[in-house]
Nanobody, 119 residues
Framework: QVQLAESGGGLVQPGGSLRLSCAASGFLLSTSSSTVMSWYRQAPGKERELVAAITTADGSTGYADSVKGRFTISRDNAKNTVYLQMNSLKPEDTAVYYC?????????WGQGTKVTVSS
């Protein structure tokens, strides 16, 4: 059974940093060259949006324009974990952050971790 467990959310002041983790179990991220791990977020009253994605095989990454230069997605295949380093956080980054695993024919979501950016 594939499970994704996010952690690392919390309350941070504007300009601060957080690192989110998404640990996968029941599936090895290095198994398929087509495996993609992504971070999405959903703010209150808004639709879920893609924040960043990484191909676990070669580490290729992509980012939403709103987070480019501030957020970094990375993976540690040995730990079966993907990270989202968030710097220079803004109040508009406040949301529940979800990780998503996609490999051919399969999609899995984590339960989410809440990030609040406020003074």
């Amino acid at each position: 059974q594939v499970q994704l467990a996010e952690s690392g959310g919390g309350l941070v002041q504007p300009g601060g940093s957080l690192r989110l983790s998404c640990a996968a179990s029941g599936f090895l991220l290095s198994t398929s060259s087509s495996t993609v791990m992504s971070w999405y977020r959903q703010a209150p009253g808004k639709e879920r949006e893609l924040v960043a994605a990484i191909t676990t095989a070669d580490g290729s990454t992509g980012y939403a324009d709103s987070v480019k230069g501030r957020f970094t997605i990375s993976r540690d295949n040995a730990k079966n974990t993907v990270y989202l380093q968030m710097n220079s956080l803004k109040p508009e980054d406040t949301a529940v952050y979800y990780c998503k695993l996609v490999y051919p024919g399969n999609i899995y979501w984590g339960q989410g971790t809440k990030v609040t950016v406020s003074s």
